[in-house]
């Protein structure tokens, strides 16, 4: 019998798969080891930390569409390539 590789297709899932567990891990279920120094260091309630996770999320799942529409329309290079190379402006502290 001949045998057969797997897809390489299947190695992208698994990939995305990891890439999607550690980032979710990392990004939601490590915040609450810096409630506590945010609340001190910038002299925020519990409420306004609070609202700017909510904020945050809320963003995200607001720009889901559009950034679907994008891809659709621009190609999923070109979206995460504006994705890679977007940053925040330099602070002024």
Known sequence: MKKTRVFYGWWIVVACFVAMFVGSGTEWYTFSIFFKP???????????????????????????????????????????LVGALWREPASSF
């Open 38 to 80: 945010l609340m001190s260091d910038f002299g925020w309630s519990r409420g306004e930390v609070s609202t700017s996770v909510t904020i945050y999320f809320v963003v995200s799942g607001l720009m889901g569409p559009l950034i679907g529409k994008w891809t659709l329309r621009y190609g999923p290079r070109r979206v995460m």
